[in-house]
């Protein structure tokens, strides 16, 4: 399976790609929290965020799940 890695450009964000772009990690360097989305979902998430440019997204994301 083939592993893409990077950070988005504000350093907020580790992103983990997976089989082509099949599943992410995406993991909050500032908490070390991380999700994991794929199939479909992790479709939605590359176009709401941009192809990760806009990483506001990424924060919404989180604050729904950590509160």
Do not use: C, P
Not at 17 to 32: F, K, M, P
């Amino acid at each position: 399976m083939t592993t893409n890695e990077f950070t988005t450009h504000d350093n907020k964000f580790y992103v983990a790609s997976y089989g082509n772009g099949w599943a992410y990690e995406i993991t909050d360097q500032r908490t070390g929290d991380s999700l994991w989305f794929q199939d479909d979902d992790a479709d939605r998430l590359r176009e709401e965020t941009e192809d990760f440019a806009n990483t506001m997204v990424l924060d919404m994301y989180f604050e729904m799940i950590g509160g």
